[in-house]
């Protein structure tokens, strides 16, 4: 396993899950929380969150640290946002949905890591990049190529991070497959 890319271009690396998602999602009522859906439609993609412990690995593959500024795209309810953040680092989530960026911000402040997170109600293929140290990601294969002139602006050293899908024909440095099959 290497830890550092010896390409020009950002470091990648992939984590594959084996499938199935359970779609367990549950319904807000009027005057109550909001509570997202799994599967609920997003700009792009829809919203399928990343199980905390393949967080966790993605972000020990970036090998975050409070030196890292993290940037996840498209970021859901803020999980690894606030993950990067209780490693420290300083994380920016960007994401379309207006009520996953206020549960996320909700989220955030509940485990007490609002000062080292943002939350940026925005498409993220229009949002600046160029502060990201690591780029964490869940989209779509057919998004993860229409990134790559971006990811490639970003300088060197730069850790790009994506569950599942991969980037096309780049090859990863690191590969990490895990069977699981949970969504909290
Ligand atoms: C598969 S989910 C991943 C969520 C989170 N990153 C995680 O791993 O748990 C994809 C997220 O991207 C958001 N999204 C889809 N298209 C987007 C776009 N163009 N700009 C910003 N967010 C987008 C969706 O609303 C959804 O929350």
Not at 15 to 36: A, M
Not at 52 to 58: A, G, I, P, Y
Not at 95 to 122: C, Q
């Amino acid at each position: 396993m290497k830890s550092q890319s010896k390409y020009k271009f950002p470091a990648f690396a992939i984590l594959l899950i084996l499938i199935p998602f359970i779609l367990t999602g549950q319904s807000n009522k009027p005057g109550e929380e909001y509570v997202p859906e799994v599967g609920q439609q997003g700009k792009d993609v829809v919203w399928v969150p990343t199980p905390q412990e393949l967080v966790d690995t993605m972000l020990a593959i970036a090998k975050v640290t409070p030196s890292d500024y993290v940037i996840d795209l498209g970021s859901g309810d803020g999980r690894t946002v606030i993950s990067a953040a209780k490693r420290g680092a300083r994380a920016l989530g960007i994401e379309y949905n207006p009520d996953m960026v206020s549960l996320s911000k909700r989220n955030a402040a509940r485990e007490g890591v609002s000062g080292k997170t943002e939350f940026i109600e925005a498409d993220l293929y229009d949002t600046d990049l160029s502060r990201a140290t690591v780029i964490t990601m869940f989209l779509l294969p057919e998004i993860n190529l229409k990134l790559r002139p971006r990811l490639l602006e970003l300088r060197p050293g730069t850790r790009i991070v994506s569950n599942t899908f991969t980037m096309g024909e780049w090859e990863a440095d690191v590969h990490v497959t895990t069977e699981d099959n949970r969504n909290s």
